[in-house]
């Protein structure tokens, strides 16, 4: 998992060592580090700015004097790393979902993205460690879109025993998900899952069908669902369902299967909000809290 961007920081890392760092092999040595970002899938933007940001730490009169010139580069990197994770910030998802319980209201959690993200199979995951913690859930089937979107979900709520609302295809998902809240707050149920469409992020159409099932339905929490081995399209979507709809989160799916890793970086980067989950695999147990330290300290560690 994530191989190819714990290389490319390896390999900075490594080179910092072996040569010896002024001016101008300093600025080769950060090129050489862009490339191999952006070719772990971290966004050419992206790349650039931190890219920029590291260079300011290291300004030059500094980094001559450091004893440990090679230390200090990986040590800038850090900082620069830690910054940007923690300009997003994070959330204790089941702390918020604890707070709401005394209103008497569901905690209510959108989840949006594009088609084959993993947000079906997500709502699954996060309903199932929900149960597991012993919160009572249920699902709205807001795709009301994409042929089998409904009984996927029901299939999943069935192996889970949890109650899905649903409406037939081409409903409006904004109605689903009012009937999903209608449900909870009745039922007492403390959590709801609104799973929704994700034709292509390009459709307009898509984005207004989003902006009104927010105004509708007023989420507690809105995650964004991105599948990292997109790259750089997981960041343009991303981008989009920022300026749309604005959300609170990331999942970031199939990070199983992904070698290059630099898609959930840029994806924080620049909507600076913060991962929570990482999806490891299609069961439902494979859904596992994102540690951004832990991350830090994976791509550093040599
Ligand atoms: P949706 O269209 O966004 O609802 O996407 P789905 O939930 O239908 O997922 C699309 C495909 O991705 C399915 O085959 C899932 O089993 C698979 N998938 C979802 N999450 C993960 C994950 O974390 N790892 C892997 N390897 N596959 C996943």
Do not use: C
Not at 68 to 97: M, N, Q
Not at 111 to 117: C, D, E, H, Q, R
Not at 128 to 151: F, M, N, Q, Y
Not at 171 to 183: K, P, T
């Amino acid at each position: 998992m994530f191989e190819k961007l714990r290389q490319a920081f390896t390999a900075v890392a490594k080179a910092a060592r072996e040569r010896k760092i002024s001016g101008r092999e300093l600025d080769e040595l950060l090129s050489e580090f862009e490339i191999s970002l952006i070719e772990s899938d971290v966004a050419q933007q992206v790349a650039e700015e931190l890219i920029q940001e590291v260079k300011k730490k290291l300004s030059g009169a500094s980094i001559e004097r450091s004893d440990d010139p090679a230390l200090f580069v990986k040590e800038s990197i850090r900082g620069v790393l830690e910054e940007v994770f923690a300009k997003a910030g994070s959330v204790d998802l089941f702390r918020r979902i604890e707070e709401k319980k005394s209103s008497g209201e569901p905690f209510v959690i959108l989840f949006l993205g594009i088609n084959g993200s993993g947000k079906t199979t997500t709502v699954a995951k996060l309903a199932s460690i929900l149960k597991e913690r012993g919160i009572s859930v249920v699902s709205a089937a807001g795709d009301t879109h994409r042929p089998g979107a409904i009984e996927q979900l029901t299939e999943h709520a069935e192996r889970l025993g949890m109650k899905v609302v649903s409406q037939r295809y081409g409903a409006d998902a904004a109605a689903v998900g009012r009937d999903g809240y209608l449900y909870a707050k009745a039922h007492h149920v403390e959590v709801l899952l609104i799973d929704t469409a994700g034709r292509m992020q390009t459709n307009q159409n898509l984005m207004e069908e989003m902006a009104k099932i927010v105004r509708v339905v007023t989420p507690d929490f809105k995650v964004f669902v991105a599948d990292s081995l997109t790259g750089n399209d997981a960041v343009s979507q991303a981008e989009l369902f920022s300026k749309y709809t604005g959300f609170d989160g990331v999942i970031l799916t199939k990070a199983d299967a992904d070698a290059k890793g630099g898609a959930g970086l840029s994806i924080v980067y620049s909507t600076q909000k913060p991962i929570l989950f990482l999806g490891m695999g299609q069961g439902y147990k494979d859904l596992k809290p994102f540690d951004r330290q832990s991350f830090i300290d994976s791509l550093l560690e040599n």
